[in-house]
Structure formats: structure tokens, C-alpha cells
């Protein structure tokens, strides 16, 4: 089925240090989702994309939606100790599939005070 | 608002038990979800109801069995577990199907012995 790749897996940083991360598909979305999630919680929505080459901030997050539409990234500023977490990102295929989302594999978020 | 409940949090359930799992949204979202998720992976779609109608069901086995009473609820019967059916067991709801954000809930961790 389709598949986003989500890059970095994991991140080990310092608190205080800016993180980036990724996500690519082979073929065209038309939305982007940005998810994070603490460890036995549910998922919770950081950033929605909706147009090609949209920027979106949410406080010391930033997202953009690829121009190909093929690709998104999350970028966090000044990262703290509860940015840790594993974030997901979420897409929805061009073609409607009735709103399912393909999700990456998720990117586990290490802070060091 | 944008609160998905589920409850409850934890079950623990033998494998000839009956139990339901309970979402409720008060957004006025016309679609739901039920995902499945094992530890540190994406979650799994298992079913999707749109209007109250069963509109996708992603060939989960007949022991999970849904059900949307009305356009605020939405049930995960559950019968004849096994013990690799333990998982995270997450709801969430968006305004339509299509080209909008899901929201989740907390979820439910269910524990089959």
C-alpha cells in the first residue's frame, strides 16, 4: 500500500537546539498532518497543510506543505524537555479514500536538559 | 473544543470475554474512526463511519465488531480476543470524511491474557 517516509527515526538533541524533520511520498497529497504523541496517549494535531507551499507556524513549530506536493517538514525551535515525544506526520492521497490518512513511521524525539 | 473521550482508559479482558469500547465527540463531526496502534508504530485504521454509516472497513476480523449508535458515539464491540489483538486502541472524529484533520482520542489500552 502507499507508504510516506519519515525521516530522522529518532532524534537525540540538547535542550535548547532547533529540530527538523520530514516526510516524502512518491506520489501527490493534498493534505499534510503533523501529529505528536506521548508515550500511552493519543495522538495529538500540531499543524494541518492544506495548499502547496503553505507555512504554518503553531508557537516554536513551523510546517510547510512540499510545492510537488509530494513532501512536508516540521521544523521546532528551541526545543524543551515535553517537545519529547514521537511525532507523526499524515497525509490523504489526492485520490479521496473515504479520509483515510497514510502515516509515517514517526520520529522519536529524545531532549537532554 | 476539540475533544475526543474513550473509555475506558485500561482493559483487561480474557480471550472468551465480551467488552465494548466507547468514543464519544460533541463536535458535530460526521465521521469516525477506530484505529488500532501497537507501541512506538503509526496507528492502524480498522474502520471508518460517515454519517453513521459503516463506510470503510479495512478486512478487520469479525471478533472486532462496531457500531455508531448516533453521529456523537461510536462502539468497538469486542469478543474471542487473542492475545495479540493488545494494543492501543484509539477513536477519533473528523468534520467529514475527505480533505479534513482527524482528532483523537486518548484512547484505550487493552490488555488480552
Known amino acids: 500500500g502507499q507508504q510516506l517516509n519519515q525521516s530522522p527515526q529518532s532524534m537525540f538533541i540538547q535542550e535548547g537546539e532547533d529540530v527538523s524533520m520530514n516526510c516524502t511520498s512518491s506520489s501527490i497529497f493534498n493534505t499534510w498532518l503533523w501529529y505528536k504523541q506521548d508515550p500511552g496517549e493519543g495522538p495529538v494535531l500540531l499543524i494541518a497543510l492544506y495548499k502547496a507551499g503553505e507555512l504554518t507556524s503553531n508557537g516554536r513549530l513551523t510546517a510547510q506543505f512540499g510545492i510537488t506536493r509530494k513532501d512536508s517538514f516540521l521544523n521546532i525551535s528551541a526545543s524543551i524537555p515535553s517537545d519529547v515525544g514521537i511525532y507523526f506526520c499524515?497525509?490523504?492521497?489526492?485520490?479521496?479514500?473515504?479520509?483515510?490518512?497514510?502515516f509515517g513511521q514517526g520520529t522519536e524525539l529524545s531532549v537532554k536538559p | 473544543d476539540t475533544e475526543v473521550t474513550q473509555t475506558p482508559k485500561h482493559l483487561v479482558m480474557g480471550m472468551t470475554n465480551k467488552k465494548s469500547l466507547k468514543c464519544e465527540q460533541h463536535m458535530g463531526h460526521r465521521a469516525m474512526y477506530w484505529y488500532k496502534q501497537k507501541a512506538k508504530k503509526p496507528p492502524e485504521l480498522m474502520f471508518v463511519y460517515s454519517y453513521e454509516k459503516l463506510s470503510i472497513n479495512e478486512s478487520v476480523p469479525s471478533r472486532f465488531s462496531p457500531e455508531c449508535p448516533n453521529s456523537s458515539l461510536l462502539n468497538l464491540h469486542l469478543h474471542a480476543l487473542q492475545p495479540e489483538d493488545s494494543a492501543l486502541y484509539l477513536c477519533?472524529?473528523?468534520?467529514?470524511?475527505?480533505?479534513?484533520?482527524?482528532?483523537f482520542g486518548p484512547g484505550t489500552r487493552l490488555t488480552v491474557t
Open positions: 477519533a472524529s473528523s468534520q467529514q470524511t475527505g480533505l479534513y484533520e482527524q482528532y
Open positions: 499524515a497525509g490523504q492521497p489526492f485520490y479521496n479514500q473515504g479520509g483515510k490518512l497514510i
